[in-house]
Every structure is written in C-alpha cells, then in structure tokens.
C-alpha cells in the first residue's frame, strides 16, 4: 500500500483512519486492507503523520458494502431505509404523512404503498381455500388457553408449509405470500361469541374480517374506520425490536414466512406489542371505578409505571394516539373510555410530564367496544406483519448476512482446565 501526497486542497473534506473506520463499522486494519485491494485511495497527511481519507469516497464504500455507521446516540445500529421517517413528532411511510395515509386509505391500500411505493385503490387481500384451512385446523388445535400470538405463530407455519414457492425470494413471489398470509392470519383466529365463520367472512376489506375475531358486539362505520386506521397507523415504526429480528432473518435469507414468525417472537415481549394489554387493563378498571384518579394512585405508590403513556421517539403526544383519539371521538360507545383516557393524562401530568401513546389508544377502542385485553396485541400484530414484509424486501437486496454484530468476551481468560 502506497500512500499518495495529501493534495493541496484545504475545502476537501478529509478523514483520519480512526475516523473512516467508524464511518464505515470497521477496525483500523480493515480501512488498510481496503486501500491495499483498491476499493479505497488514502493520502498522507501533512507531516507524514498516519493517512487521510476522503469523506465522500468513505460513505460511498458504505453505502455499496452495507457496514453501519454510528448513530449520533451512540452505540447502536443504523440502517438506511427507504420505509419510514421519524422526526419532530410526526412520521413518514414513503415521505408521506402515515396519519393523513390512516384517514384517506385502508390498509390494504397503504401496505400496498409500503411494499411497492405505489398506492394501489381497492387493494383487497384475499387467503387462498387451502391455506386457511391448514392455519384453521392448526389453530383449531391449540389449548383453549391459548393467546392470540400463540394463533398467528401457528397460523404463519401452517401457512408457510402450504407454500412450495416461498424460498422464491423474489419481489414478485414475497408480495404475493404478503397478499395471501396477512388475510390468512386473520382467518385462522376464532371468532368471538359464538359467530360462524361465514359472518367474519374471507372476503372484503381487513378490519371488517378481524372486528368480529376481536369482540362479539357488532360492527358499525364509526368503530370499523377506527380500527382500520389502527391498522395502517401500526403498519411500520422504523426499526422497532421485531423489525429488527425480521431484518436479521431476512439477511440470513429466511423465506418471508420465517421472517413474520421471527417478527411475531419478539413482539409478544411485554415491553413491545403486549404492552397494550396493560393499559387495556388499566382503562377498564378506571370506568369502571368512574375515575381514573385512583388508578393511577395505585400504580405510583407501588412504583408501576402508568401504562400507555411516553414514548422515547416523541416529545409530546404520539402522533398515532392523536389520530386514534380524533376518530375515536366519532365512536358513541367510546365516550367512557376516551374521557377516562383524557383523565389518566391529566392525573399523571401533575407527577410527571408524559403524553399519550399508541397502546393507550388502542385501550379506548378494545375498552370501549368490549374486546379483551389482548386485542391491541392482534391487532399490532396483524398490521406490523405487513411491515416485516416491506423490511424484508429491503434485506433481500442487501449483501446477505451483513447484520454481524462482533460480541465482546468477558469470560475466563483461556486456557482453562477442562472441567
């Protein structure tokens, strides 16, 4: 490796070797062997102290070898994506607003968007006879006890069995699994109350399929249009931890059955698409004592949290609850609920400063139309999988199995007696 003479040009920008490394997600020793195979030019800097390097040549390797550069938070990993922005208390599904995308287009519509980047009137889902049924008699098999999470994990790998063509990773062939598997797991779960499966119907938009696998009350526009927009609002939020398990199992080349499974594992974690089981929690018990001032009471002097409330990529009120609220405000039934909602924000804001969330929204709508406590659960579920999807479409394209993070050992020096 020949260093070349720094060039006399004091506006181009120029990177110490420490500098690109991190930049590109690499140790030192990598940046060398880089220049020594040519896929990098370095200079000597002034003095012959070490090299110097090129910004812009440095992202541009980035950017083709698909390394991570540092977050500005420090620490964890970032990843380019095309799918959704998150800034200044707003987000973005493609550039476009997501709370304008959930108050003029159905889910189907924006999944479409997601996936394709092209809106698409009318998408309609649709689960092919064979593949139902297989998730049907699958689910149908389950203890009694059994969480709806436990349903769709099952619903994906019977699915995924009925599939000969899903190692086709192909943008066509991932696209038309998504179209067939998202009304599939809809279809798999048991309808409330005793209604027959041709009343939940295999047909017509989503929420209309899953309203009556959510509660036995029957449906009207009002609740059918909250639930819908629950739906697209729940689509994709960036790098949350289950996209991030789907994006690991779609580097690894996992068909995209795999993939949703690997995003299902992760999002029953209580801190992630559960949490909304909490809140539902909560709520109930504040209509039902008619205030949510004890309630609230009680989990600060135990020391809970007060559940539905923060989020740590939103100042003030998350965007998806503010929407939810407004068109929860056409849902009659949702009276109770919403104002006991409102009250839960106001009582904790004289303890701490914290806004609203999407779980606490999700609890007045499954609060209010008398679905249990679970139900904002399958309903996270049922929507992000589209997400996955669209993350995997992203891996696919990428260098395979490029997510490699190095473990830092902190165990017994070896060599160790064999025990």
């Known amino acids: 490796m020949t260093d070349q003479p720094e060039p006399g040009r004091p506006d181009a920008p120029r990177l110490t070797t420490r500098e690109a490394a991190e930049l590109l997600g690499v140790k030192p020793e990598t940046v060398y062997a880089y220049v020594s195979r040519g896929q990098l030019s370095s200079v ?9 390097f090129d910004a812009e040549e440095v992202r541009a390797l980035a950017r083709r070898s698909g390394r991570r550069e540092p977050s500005p938070a420090g620490g964890d990993l970032v990843f380019r994506t095309g ?12 550039g476009v607003d997501a709370t304008e995308l959930a108050r003029n287009h159905g889910y189907e519509e924006v999944a479409e968007w997601l996936w394709t980047g092209e809106l698409r009137p009318g998408a309609r889902f649709e689960a092919p006879p064979e593949t139902l049924a297989a998730a049907r008699r699958t689910v149908g098999a389950l203890p009694a006890h059994s969480g709806s999470t436990d349903r769709l994990r099952v619903a994906v790998t019977a699915a995924a069995a009925t599939d ?7 943008p066509e062939a991932v696209l038309s699994s998504a179209r067939s598997l998202i009304p599939t797991l809809v279809g798999a779960l048991p309808m409330v109350g005793g209604a027959s499966e041709a009343e939940g119907g295999s047909t017509g938009f989503l929420a209309r399929q899953l309203w009556p696998r959510l509660t036995a009350r029957p449906a009207d526009a009002p609740a059918l249009a909250v639930l819908d927009a629950a739906l697209v609002l729940l689509i994709d939020h960036d790098l949350a931890a289950s996209t991030l398990a789907a994006r690991v199992a779609a580097s690894a080349h996992a068909h995209p059955y795999a993939v949703v499974s690997a995003g299902l594992g992760v999002l029953e974690g209580p801190l992630h698409g559960a949490a909304s089981g909490p809140a539902h929690r909560m709520l109930q018990e504040a209509v039902d004592r008619g205030s949510a001032v004890p309630v609230v009471a009680d989990h600060l002097r135990t020391g809970r949290r007060v559940p539905g409330l923060g989020h740590r990529l939103y100042r003030g009120e998350d965007p ?8 929860l405000e056409d849902v009659p039934q949702a009276d109770g609920a919403l104002a006991a909602a409102r ?29 249990a406590a679970e139900a904002g659960e399958t309903v996270f579920a049922v929507s992000r999988t589209a997400g996955w999807i669209a993350h995997a479409l992203e ?3 990428e260098r395979p199995l490029r997510i490699r993070p190095s473990g830092q050992y902190t165990g017994p020096r070896p060599p160790q007696p064999t025990p």
Do not use: K, Q, W
Request: proline share 3%; glycine share 8%; aromatic share 8%.
């Open 320 to 327: 998806r609850a503010r929407t939810l609220f407004a068109l």
């Open 83 to 94: 799918i959704t922005l998150i800034e200044e208390d707003r987000y973005y599904f493609r």
């Open 44 to 52: 000597r800097a002034a003095g012959g102290r070490g090299s110097t």
């Open 164 to 170: 000969p063509l899903r190692f086709d990773l192909s």
């Open 395 to 397: 891996e696919y394209g």
């Open 343 to 371: 009250e839960v924000v106001a009582t904790t804001a004289r303890h701490a400063p914290l806004h609203a969330n999407i779980d606490l929204a999700l609890a007045v709508l499954s609060v209010a139309c008398g679905m």
